[in-house]
């Protein structure tokens, strides 16, 4: 009788002074969905400010062609978002016939400027072929990388990397800002303005690939309208 009372007292100080952590199972937390090592490699010299080489200049805000553009990655980001096609958007199939009233693509797109050069004393300002009367370049284009609005270069989500997925802006730039508008005398004072718009596109954090696919925010150029000066009442 006593053997089994010592027994019964030893298991019970054991379980008294036991480390209750040390029996408790460890707990299970589910892995990231996007890997955080993914990113690392491009932490150490990843500036997000710097003009990529695609933006031969260093002065572009988009670049149509990138033989850098980072494919693979921004496919492997895509394919980890689940919400990714609720996010996307885009008219591919645009033109003057869809966009500008009473002029069709073909008109436009035949638009000679060669003989202004922005002058009010040459003949090329006084005559001309047809075209809006301050001379502009205008691209239905699909931007591989541009600059947000907050100055950072961002890679734009493309058929490249997502093939039957576009994003397409008609960007309309002014081919000589601040000239005088074509057939106007120069009593008018006139100008041409170039004018942007906000724009939002799926985009890619080259810098910080664990962001994954978000939108940003783009100001790209919209449109050269021509601005006759009066005086403030």
Known sequence: ??????????ILLVGVFADPEAAAEP?????PA???????KYNNYCNPRKAPTCAKTGTETFCLKDTEYPEK?????????PLVLKKYADVADQSADNLV??????????FDYSNYKGKFFEKGHWSGD???????DVVYARPLRAVNVDGEW?????????????QTQRVETCLFPGASCRTLAPCYGSKCLQKYVYQRMLSFDPCDPQKGIFVDIYKLP????????????
């Not at 009233?101 to 035949?110: F, K, Q, R, V």
């Not at 047809?130 to 502009?136: A, D, K, L, R």
């Not at 989500?157 to 039957?164: I, L, S, T």
Request: some cysteine; aromatic content about 10%; hydrophobic content about 35%.
């Open 1 to 10: 009788m006593k053997i089994v009372v010592l027994c019964i007292s030893a």
């Open 34 to 40: 996007y890997p955080a090592a993914y990113g690392q």
């Open 154 to 166: 961002r890679v734009i989500v493309q058929e490249n990397a997502w093939p039957g997925y576009t």
């Open 101 to 110: 009233d009473g002029l069709t693509s073909l008109a436009e797109a035949h």
């Open 222 to 233: 919209s449109a050269c309208s021509c601005h006759i000066p009066g005086k403030l009442h």
């Open 27 to 31: 707990q299970q937390y589910p892995k």
């Open 130 to 136: 047809e075209g809006y009367i301050c001379p502009s």
């Open 73 to 81: 990655e921004v496919k492997y980001a895509i394919d980890y978002d």
